[in-house]
């Protein structure tokens, strides 16, 4: 039994990396079918936001539930929200760095950044101004708490859902068992449909992440990516750094486990991840990726997976590093070490109710701009080729998720034995 639902699951993998693959070309020669095929990448993308809300909620609520102990949900909550922050951290340095290193912004001549400018600047002044709206931190911090739940689950407001979860599991340790009982079995009944919900979805992943593929490619083609290649190659480049140093030192340090067995556990994630650019949308296979593959308890999983959904952009404030930098050289703009740790501090915060959707490392990136007085029209010159950085930094988020999730998951004896954590 074990061996044949690998070989579905290898299957699996194959199916949506052929249609990944062939998305590429496909995009190319298909360019004017682009408004044809993007309904059926939107449909994927429908079916999979469809199944966020329910499954987060009910998860959420049955991990903490099944915890009991307030003390160890405290525990876990301060581990993981210490590990995020710190690889935050240490992902938008990892782009400062290369920045500074490769000065990807003294490439562009002023023909190239006229071009940019034209093209995107509309976009751009749209990003602005969204940004221009977004609440503060403390404000952020201030509707974390839900006005209505109700509410908030028909908005998807993650945060809101979050600590609504968290409440409610809490309070429902406090009731005599025998009332408390019913309810975390609805849930529990809830969540297990969910995960079956998943796996019909995911019948459909191989021709979604192939109309999602071709779209962009269509869409977009490789015109700019030329003229932004160096920038292009020094944010992929810091993002896998990140991965190949950041996450494996500290998977095989705190974890005691294999960097490749990992990858290989979360691939599905990672490639659903690249196609859709959305860290909530990747959700329920991350989750379902962590505690099948890795072994990681629903217990763990359930609690640190939509936190970083929510509030872990590692690969996005990495970008945002590389992104200020670029914009910096362009204009001729000297970042002291000052602004540079400015930098750092505000892509940190800033990624903390950072909604996990395509582009919103646009908005957050225009915050930090602003901080360090580098001139927010510089966003269109970056505009070109943020959807194909968009889908490498989610990928890069959900594999920081999958990391903490196994990390917290050994140093709470929570994962399961009869997946060996080492080769």
Do not use: W
Request: glycine letters at 8%; aromatic letters at 6%.
């Amino acid at each position: 039994m074990k061996l044949f639902r690998k070989l579905v699951k290898s299957e699996l993998h194959t199916r949506i990396f052929i249609g990944l693959i062939a998305g590429i070309p496909a995009g190319f020669f298909l360019g004017g079918m682009v408004d044809y095929l993007e309904p059926v990448g939107d449909i994927f993308l429908r079916l999979i936001r469809m199944i966020v809300v329910p499954l987060v909620f009910s998860s959420l609520f049955v991990g903490t539930a099944s915890l009991g102990d307030i003390r160890k949900l405290g525990r876990i909550g301060i581990k993981t929200m210490g590990y995020y922050l710190c690889t935050t951290a240490i992902a938008i340095t990892i782009g400062l760095i290369l920045g500074n290193i490769f000065t990807p912004g003294n490439s562009i001549d002023q023909a190239t950044r006229d071009k940019l400018f034209s093209a995107h600047q509309a976009e751009a002044a749209q990003k602005i101004d969204i940004a221009s709206n977004k609440p503060d931190i403390l404000d952020t911090l201030v509707k974390i708490v839900p006005g209505n739940p109700v509410e908030s689950l028909a908005e998807a407001n993650m945060l809101q859902i979050i600590f609504f979860a968290l409440l409610l599991g809490i309070a429902v340790t406090m009731v005599p068992e025998e009332k408390g009982k019913p309810l975390i079995r609805f849930f529990e009944a809830l969540s297990d449909t969910m995960i079956r919900t998943v796996h019909i979805v995911m019948k459909m992943a191989p021709l979604g992440v192939f109309a999602l593929i071709a779209v962009v490619v269509g869409r977009f083609g490789t015109d700019i990516l030329v003229s932004l290649l160096k920038y292009t190659l020094v944010v992929l480049l810091g993002l896998g750094v990140h991965v190949m140093l950041t996450y494996s030192t500290a998977i095989r340090l705190f974890a005691g486990y294999s960097p490749l067995k990992f990858l290989r556990g979360i691939r599905p994630a990672q490639l659903i991840a690249f196609s859709t650019s959305s860290s909530s949308a990747t959700l329920p296979v991350t989750i379902e990726c962590c505690e099948e593959n890795l072994g990681v308890s629903e217990k763990i999983s359930s609690f640190v997976l939509p936190l970083g959904a929510t509030i872990n952009m590692d690969g996005t404030a990495l970008y945002q590093g590389v992104a200020a930098i670029f914009i910096a050289q362009v204009y001729g703009i000297p970042l002291t070490i000052t602004n540079q740790l400015t930098i750092v501090l505000m892509a940190t915060l800033a990624s903390i109710g950072a909604a996990g959707v395509p582009g919103i490392g646009i908005i957050t990136l225009a915050m930090v701009l602003e901080t360090i007085g580098v001139p927010l029209e510089g966003i269109a010159l970056i505009l070109g080729v943020d959807r194909l950085i968009d889908m490498c930094r989610t990928t890069v988020n959900i594999t920081g998720d999958s990391s903490c999730a196994l990390i917290i998951g050994a140093s709470e004896n929570e994962l399961r034995e009869e997946l060996p954590a080492k080769d």
